[in-house]
């Protein structure tokens, strides 16, 4: 198991996909980060060095990730609801905020608009 920004990988794990379990993280991002520290694509986590590990994480910690991405895009949609913009009260009554047709097909804007984002 190999350690990285606090969570332990199967040493069997491809790089890039041990990369996008990180919630903020996604394939562009992955890459980037993998060219920038010289990782091939294929590279799987039991061969990185000590070095590229800790650089990795160094790395990973001057972004914002996990939680901290979570609560920013709450405290977003909470101001957008405070200001009273159109776009908060659609979130606030959990219905499609980027025009979408309200007429059919609303069930996922109502499923997706509930979820952590009102409060």
């Keep these: 198991m190999v350690l990285i920004f606090g969570v332990n990988f199967p040493e069997s794990q491809l790089v890039s996909r041990s990369l996008r379990t990180f ?3 996604g394939p562009q ?6 060219a920038k520290f010289h ?5 799987k986590v039991g061969v990185l060095g000590e070095k590229q590990i800790n650089s990795l994480a160094a790395e990973l910690s001057g972004m914002t990730l996990e939680n901290d991405l979570r609560r920013q895009l709450v405290d977003n949609i909470k101001r957008l609801r405070d200001m009273g913009t159109y776009r908060g009260r659609r979130h606030a009554m959990g219905l499609p905020v980027r025009g979408q047709r309200t007429r059919t097909q609303i069930m996922n804007a ?10």
């Design 23 to 25: 919630y903020g993280l």
């Design 29 to 34: 991002m992955t890459t980037s980060l993998m």
């Design 39 to 43: 990782i091939h694509k294929t590279a």
């Design 110 to 119: 109502r499923k997706f608009n509930r979820i952590e984002r009102r409060g």
